[in-house]
Nanobody, 119 residues
Framework: QVQLVESGGGLVQSGGSLRLSCSVS????????MGWYRQGPGKERELVAL???????NYADSVKGRFTFSRDNSKNTIHLSMSSLKPEDTAVYYC?????????????WGQGTEVTVSS
């Protein structure tokens, strides 16, 4: 069973920066896609950044130019570097990964890490 463990959330002032990390219990090369989603108060879960192997990273319009997805294959870790944070970025951020085996898609989620941006 694949496990994803996030870290790095917290309280930050508007305009500040944070870096989220997600440790993955399997080789990065076993995944089809990896990335980050978030769920703000009273909102649906939404995509923030999704990296698909063999393709590029897709970002939500609301975070383009401010957030950057990165991965460290040697440490089986992915990151989300967030800058110029706004109060509307306040949410629980979830690490995500999926695997494709024999035509079946297997999706994995972390437990979430909370990010609060104060105005």
């Amino acid at each position: 069973q694949v496990q994803l463990v996030e870290s790095g959330g917290g309280l930050v002032q508007s305009g500040g920066s944070l870096r989220l990390s997600c440790s993955v219990s399997a080789s990065m090369h076993s995944f089809n896609a990896m990335g980050w989603y978030r769920q703000g108060p009273g909102k649906e879960r939404e995509l923030v950044a999704l990296f698909t192997f063999g393709s590029s990273t897709n970002y939500a319009d609301s975070v383009k130019g401010r957030f950057t997805f990165s991965r460290d294959n040697s440490k089986n870790t992915i990151h989300l570097s967030m800058s110029s944070l706004k109060p509307e970025d306040t949410a629980v951020y979830y690490c995500y990964a999926d695997q494709l085996y024999s035509g079946e898609m297997y999706k994995y989620w972390g437990q979430g890490t909370e990010v609060t941006v104060s105005s």
